[in-house]
């Protein structure tokens, strides 16, 4: 019988969303480490936007968590 939201496997979705947003924290940590590393520079709006990807894919990782992992699970 199918759940609530469906047939969701939960702790797949928990885990493929948190590798993602890590994945995705770890693209944007490198890309900085390399640029630092070479001696380069970034314009302002590439050192904008890694920064925001870095807090964004932060934020994603709690919230994946708290959601697929807590929330959903409670309320099917």
Known sequence: MAGRYGNLDYPRLTKLSVLGFLSLFVVAVGVNAA???????????????????????????????????????LTE
Do not use: K, N, Q, R
């Open 35 to 73: 640029v630092s590393l070479t001696g380069g520079s970034l314009p302002g709006w590439e050192e904008t936007l890694l920064l925001d990807v870095e807090m964004l894919s932060v934020l994603g990782i709690f919230l994946s968590v708290f959601v697929f992992g807590i929330a959903l699970p």
